[in-house]
């Protein structure tokens, strides 16, 4: 480890721990659409009336909802209609998730390079979670594709403050280092900061641990067999590890080697792509 990434982990670290540093915040849109929807009376008019102060992400939910990925068999074309066939918590994720889109966005052109990079990563692996766990497991597709978007999160904070600091600014490889080892911890504080539901809480730290045994599938499995997949004929040093070595893929119920049933679910993970991105 270089001496800049050694001295600015430790910076950071300590401000973590210190609660010093700060952490990025929700949208306001999709902070009403979550508060809306944790109310039992809320009906689905109001939720219709937060979207709605939206115009970008009506659309944009409203083209998720006539995808192949949800099957509609009517063509919907309002957000009335949208939230109907979704459902209030289902729209609040999926909402949620569409809306974070915005928080990856910097003003010098390195770090807002660097950001839209893992959102697009973020949207591919959400992408791929949300056709994983509707075909191998019994979990939320709407939880698994928020878990997908939220798996980097926690390097948000390290773009923002790299953008104060030249010197790290334009040394890369501390960057890239620094980003590493802190992400998944930052991730994990800033979900608990959203209060984001307990399952997906810990997504950011755990899809990286390779030995983990939770006895059975859960969103972080998801995540961390999408998260692979992603990364798979690529140079990244996750490419290189031994999948018949890494328990999420028996979890999930799916063969490492099953080159088969990915190439069948391909055009499914591309459209998922395609709509969240």
């Known amino acids: 480890m270089t001496d800049l990434a050694l001295r600015v982990q430790e910076e950071l670290i300590q401000a973590i721990e210190r609660d010093q540093l700060v952490l990025p915040t929700l949208p306001e849109v999709a902070l009403r659409i979550r508060e809306a929807a944790e109310d039992p009376d809320i009906g689905i008019s109001e939720l219709v009336r937060q979207i ?145 539901p307990e399952p997906l809480r810990h997504v950011p730290s755990q899809h990286l641990d390779f030995q983990r045994n939770p006895g059975q599938a859960d969103y972080a499995d998801i995540v961390q067999v999408a998260m692979l997949q992603s990364l798979a004929d690529s140079d990244h040093p996750h490419a290189q590890l031994d999948w018949s070595e890494i328990s999420s893929f028996d979890r999930l119920g799916l063969d490492p080697t099953g080159d088969q049933e990915q190439e069948d679910l391909s055009a499914e993970m591309e459209a998922a792509m395609l709509l969240l991105g």
């Open 52 to 196: 709605s102060t939206d115009t970008a992400l009506s659309a944009r939910l409203i083209k998720v909802v006539n995808s192949p990925l949800l099957r509609s068999r009517q063509e919907i074309t309002d957000l009335s209609m949208a939230v109907n066939r979704l459902g209030i918590v289902y729209t609040a994720n999926l909402a949620t998730g569409l809306a974070m889109a915005q928080l990856f966005q910097a003003t010098t052109d390195v770090i807002d390079r660097k950001m839209r990079e893992v959102w697009a990563r973020s949207t591919e692996v959400a992408g791929i979670s949300h056709v994983l766990c509707q075909h191998y497991t019994r979990l939320k597709p709407d939880q698994a594709t928020l878990a997908g978007l939220v798996h980097q999160i926690g390097v948000l904070p390290i773009l923002s403050y790299a953008e104060e600091h030249s010197q790290l600014l334009n040394d890369s490889i501390s960057l890239g280092i620094i980003i590493d080892q802190i992400h998944p911890v930052l991730g994990d504080r800033i979900l608990a900061a959203w209060d984001f």
